[in-house]
């Protein structure tokens, strides 16, 4: 769920009679809030809600808790209110919101760079079962989620937390997200660079910094020292992805502008590139245009995606260079574009240990999973696991004898380094289970999906992804999926409205990125999902060249 919370759009104020109307932006010099968003944040800054949690909400209970904090500033330290359970999804649109609050809290920790230790995943996974009913999902910005989280537990969470070195610091609200990473970091024998040292740094010096947590609205980040385009670089609102300089050596080519969501846009490259101890730099230049140039008057237009596609990337980089840096950026290579991997399975890591990547089905975990996954790798002489963007695993420093004990060990508990086709590229979002903007319902539905395809097509072999969102946003990327569902309400065949999807087909990231065409009538019922994809997948594989994928 990383989406707008109210279901209802902020209405624009009229411009005065022959006045332009203001975009909203700071670098106007007008900072009249043009929206509720606005306006909540600048009342009070999201950062300052910690306090009112930790001293007032999580001793007096729920209804204790200020409506603008509820649904606004409680975000910026990675808190949502739940959907309240047994609401239709037909009626998301129209409900009041009030009436969408359950008294429970959805709770993302972020995992800049999708870097654990074992002891931190087994702390998140003690948490989960001790305070959040066993769940824990893996998000596709490599956090953690957690649900059914109470307000009085909210500290006592935080202090077990931090203690471990992890957090929830503007996991979610406008602000700087989690920092998205190689979940190969360190480790790859074709790495152009380590970015760690730079996420690290990110983190340190920026997240948590009231300097930029007022932004118009999210704002999504990755650093990666992967050729391979392992973190989705195309949908970011930055991103630095690892190149050779032919004079200076490794470091990072530069794209911004990137979203999906609706009006997608995949990122742009600014020609740039920047040696590894400079990106925190011009990652804070970045998000200092995005802070004082971005819009404020309609949320839905807020992203950076908008400034970039009215000013393009040549502006972009001279404003940055300009008026943040203060300095001209180097030249730079663009990365060749590769295949976007997922990391399942077993691999050879550059000193010769091996890396598993395991599959969980649609990113769902659960606390005593996390703890007895930490346990099992810990046994395999491992202390280093990572999360994904695509919801998976990923354990680190097996060694090879060691590899064939541990991949059952992570069978035992459900987490697959030999996963078929179907798990392997399947992802969803939150959905109508726990998400107030959710219109169907998605886990469950694509874990179904899953399950009834490994029977259909058990023999399918080739890379194939299938992506499944509640709504219209695009928490699980379904613009670049293979087959991508937007969850909506449908017609089916006998004139009734039921849950559904609008399908997109052949969308990809990396090699032949593009989005997925929206066929017109390419709708489908939630029940009869395993037809269609039967069909379609059927089709391709009947039709195709050799090797052809999907997407082409
Ligand atoms: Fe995101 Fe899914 Fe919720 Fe829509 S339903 S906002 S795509 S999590």
């Not at 009834?452 to 990327?477: D, K, W």
Request: hydrophobic share 40%; glycine share 10%; proline share 7%.
């Amino acid at each position: 769920m990383t989406a707008e919370t109210s279901p209802r759009p902020a209405r624009a104020a009229r411009p005065r009679d022959g006045a332009a109307r203001s975009d909203g932006a700071w670098a106007t010099g007008d900072r009249t809030p043009l929206n509720p968003n606005e306006v909540f944040k600048a009342a009070d800054d999201g950062l300052n809600v910690r306090q009112r949690i930790e001293e007032v909400y999580s001793r007096e209970g729920f209804a204790s808790i200020a409506p603008e904090d509820l649904r606004g500033r409680m975000r910026w330290w990675g808190l949502y209110t739940q959907r309240r359970p047994g609401i239709d999804g037909g009626r998301t649109a129209s409900i009041d919101p009030a009436e969408l609050d359950d008294e429970y809290f959805m709770m993302r920790v972020r995992i800049d760079g999708g870097a654990l230790t074992t002891e931190q995943l087994r702390t998140i996974g003690e948490i989960s079962t001790e305070f959040a009913r066993g769940t824990a999902d893996v998000t596709d910005r490599q956090n953690v989620q957690l649900h059914w989280i109470r307000v009085e537990d909210v500290p006592e969470i935080w202090r077990r937390l931090e203690a471990v070195g992890l957090s929830t610091t503007e996991a979610c609200g406008d602000c700087p997200r989690v920092v998205l990473g190689s979940p190969l970091a360190g480790i790859a024998a074709d790495e152009v660079v380590d970015g760690t040292p730079a996420v690290l740094e990110i983190q340190k010096r920026f997240i948590g910094d009231p300097q930029f947590s007022n932004l118009p609205r999210k704002f999504k980040s990755a650093v990666s020292g992967s050729p391979r385009g392992d973190v989705v670089h195309e949908g970011n609102d930055l991103a630095f992805v690892g190149v050779v300089h032919p004079e200076h050596g490794p470091g990072f080519d530069v794209w911004v502008g990137g979203g999906l969501s609706t009006n997608p846009r995949l990122a742009e490259r600014l020609g740039a590139w920047v040696p590894l101890e400079d990106v925190p730099d011009v990652w804070a230049g970045v998000v200092g245009i995005f802070r004082d140039h971005g819009y404020r008057r309609l949320r839905n237009r807020a992203r950076l995606k908008f400034l970039m596609a009215d000013w393009g990337p040549a502006k972009f980089r001279e404003v940055l260079e300009r008026d943040y840096l203060h300095r001209p950026l180097l030249d730079g290579p663009a990365p060749v574009p590769t295949a976007e991997p997922d990391h399942v399975g077993v691999h050879e890591q550059v000193d010769g240990l091996r890396y598993v990547g395991l599959a969980p089905v649609v990113g769902r975990v659960s606390g005593p999973v996390l703890v007895a996954l930490a346990d099992a790798a810990e046994a395999h002489g491992s202390r280093r696991v990572r999360t994904t963007p695509h919801q998976k695993l990923v354990v680190l420093d097996i060694a090879p004898e060691q590899v064939e004990s541990f991949v059952e060990a992570a069978a035992a508990i459900g987490l697959q380094a030999r996963p078929s086709a179907w798990r392997r590229g399947a992802m969803a979002c939150t959905g109508l289970e726990f998400c107030k903007l959710a219109i169907v319902e998605t886990k469950a539905t694509a874990a179904a999906l899953v399950s009834e395809m490994e029977q259909r097509l058990p023999t399918l072999a080739e890379p194939l992804t299938v992506h499944v969102n509640g709504c219209p946003n695009s928490c699980a990327r379904i613009q670049t999926a293979d087959i991508g569902l937007k969850g909506q309400i449908v017609t089916d065949a006998d004139g009734a409205q039921v849950p559904g999807f609008q399908v997109h087909l052949g969308g990809a990231t990396g090699l032949g990125a593009g989005f997925g065409r929206k066929l017109r009538g390419h709708k489908v019922t939630a029940s009869e999902l395993p037809d269609y994809v039967e069909r379609v997948t059927s089709a391709w594989l009947e039709e195709r060249e050799d090797g052809e994928r999907f997407a082409q």
